[in-house]
């Protein structure tokens, strides 16, 4: 599959114009009818039935998007061929130059376009050297020839461009997706991202009972370190916690600023014991690291609440008896890590 083609602008793109397709096609048609022109009723009610085929099978992007691409090809050489209604049926090919770049791209786009012309100018050319219709005046071949490839040329740059600004704008909400998704003062992730995370570790939990544990962290005294070292010393603080919590938890573990001083960190796959243990190495961490600035140096302490996720409670409420932990840590003295 194209991947130019590979998404829903593409498939209403494809319906848009299997639809215009099906119903310009049968509208002629009958005119051609009407006007007892029999063969060209003819290809065009079979040009009809293939747009609407193309429209029934929509889903299948490739081949509806052949479908409508070649059967416009194929109806533009046989009016470039017979000349349509008295002369006028090579007017119709400037449409072919759109609806091939927004059905294809831009690179398959001029490839198509490429190979659609020399069709074309091979039909003018068997449609005088064989008498099949006479253009007049003789210079009108080549103006229609000269004005599609203009044509061509301004679709193929419009195309361009779209591509370009699509480009942009899909890199743009990628990153902003990103960004709603990490706290900027820590570079963890934060609530949101992590709530989801949440809810797939709750998911693995009931439906293949791999457990889960959660450790919610606060520092202690953090409002007398702000008031005593300022806040850009706190902020320091936190983001030296922030590394520290990144590297002594597995890979498959996250580690996110919950709020304020507040973080929690999420473990697949371990039990309460694990979580503990964890834990322990964080206090000691920060024991032998203390966050140190060109001015000032300072052991950080925290308080954390450890829980195993219980498959028959919610998200809220794990997270509720990791706070009440943490609450009687703080009650027990700070610095310390209490766990069910
Ligand atoms: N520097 C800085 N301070 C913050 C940030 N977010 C929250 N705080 C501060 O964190 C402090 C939290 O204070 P409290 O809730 O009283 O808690 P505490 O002083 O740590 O006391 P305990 O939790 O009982 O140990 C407040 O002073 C907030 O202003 C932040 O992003 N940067």
Redesign the pocket.
Known sequence: MHEHSNNPERKLIVRFFSSIGFIATLVMGCIALTNSDYFLFFTLICSSLIYAWALSVYKNLEKSASAILYNLYALMIYLVLTGGAQGTGPIWIFIVSPVTFSIRGLKRGIVDIVLFLLAVILAFYCAHTFSIYNYQPDQFPYRVIFSFIIVAMLSGFYENSREKYNQKILALSKKNELLATIDP?TGLPNRRFTMNKLSEFKLALTKEQTPFVLILC??????????EYG?????E??IHLANILKQHIPNNAVASRW???EFLIAIPNVFNAKGVEISNKIHAALKQFPVNTSSESLSLTI?MGVVQSHESDSIDIDIKRADELLYKA?EQG?NRTCSE
Request: cysteine-free; hydrophobic content about 30%.
């Open positions: 003062l606060d520092v202690d005294n953090f409002k007398k370190v702000n008031d806040h850009s010393f706190g902020d603080a936190l709020g304020g001083e308080s703080k700070k």
